[in-house]
């Protein structure tokens, strides 16, 4: 069992950046693929970017390519999400999952674990 724990959203104006961090609890993630998700009140679900756990190869949506960054820190057995120029259509809660396909586009229901989420509020 993989359990997850988000960290590092908050509120920030247009513009601004953002860190979130995805760590495990009881497991390492370096063998893990690990997705980052996000969903807005009354959206669905939307694949962020995604880190392959064979050769840490990356997705990112249209939306944010160019804007954010994944990565994993293997030492420390965690995923970052580094969110620059942010604007008010990131607002939403952001979740991590891991064990999943990078697949274009990023599906959430082919991910098996996922942490609680944390929100990223842009507004100014």
């Known amino acids: 069992q993989v359990q997850l724990v988000e960290s590092g959203g908050g509120s920030v104006q247009p513009g601004g950046s953002l860190r979130l961090s995805c760590a495990p609890s009881?497991?390492?993630?370096?063998?893990?693929?690990i997705g980052w998700f996000r969903q807005a009140p009354g959206k669905e679900r939307e694949g962020v970017a995604c880190i392959s756990s064979t050769d840490d190869s990356t997705y990112y949506a249209d939306s944010v390519k160019g804007r954010f960054a994944i990565s994993r820190d293997n030492a420390k057995s965690t995923v970052y999400l580094q969110m620059n120029s942010l604007n008010s259509e990131d607002t939403a809660v952001y979740y991590c999952?891991?064990?999943?396909?990078?697949?274009?586009?990023?599906?959430?229901?082919?991910?098996?674990?996922w942490g609680q989420g944390t929100q990223v509020t842009v507004s100014s």
């Open positions: 009881g497991v390492t993630l370096v063998y893990h693929t």
């Open positions: 999952a891991a064990d999943g396909i990078c697949d274009n586009p990023l599906r959430p229901y082919v991910f098996d674990y």
